[in-house]
């Protein structure tokens, strides 16, 4: 059974082994805003602008999402071996279906530099990425 786009994204990214064994579980990624946050390493998924489509397809959109790694360490190795496997990860789901319609285009925008975050206590970086799919909204 397939999900909606952003469950879609958080499932893959949830269920890879390589992601798991770097700490990324259902236990350490939360979504933008959460403030409770007790782990070491985590991450958090942020969904940005949703734009039309390409061509102006009223069946597509873009969305715009940031996968944010942390740690309170101060050690960007954890960080960077999850942005580096969610890249992976992520990059693979173009042509996979969604409920409804079809993941079209997966494009990853880059990295951010080197980053504190006062709210979170920790050490982080993100990966950006802009998502094309179908299936109305």
Do not use: C, H
Request: hydrophobic share 40%; net charge negative; proline share 4%.
């Amino acid at each position: 059974m397939t999900t909606n786009l952003r469950d879609r994204v958080y499932d893959v990214l949830t269920s890879d082994p390589t992601l798991i064994a770097l700490g990324l579980t259902t236990d350490t990624l939360y979504p933008a805003g959460t403030d409770t946050i007790q782990a070491e390493t985590f991450a958090v998924m942020r969904w940005g602008v949703t734009e039309v489509g390409p061509g102006n397809d009223s069946d597509a959109r873009v969305e715009n999402m940031n996968l944010w790694a942390y740690n309170r360490a101060g050690n960007y190795t954890p960080i960077t071996g999850i942005l580096r496997a969610a890249r992976s990860v992520l990059l693979g789901l173009a042509g996979t279906p969604i409920n409804p319609g079809w993941i079209i285009g997966l494009n990853w925008n880059g990295d951010s530099t080197d980053l504190f975050d006062d709210g979170y206590k920790a050490w982080t970086r993100n990966s950006a990425y802009r998502i094309a799919a179908t299936g109305g909204w």
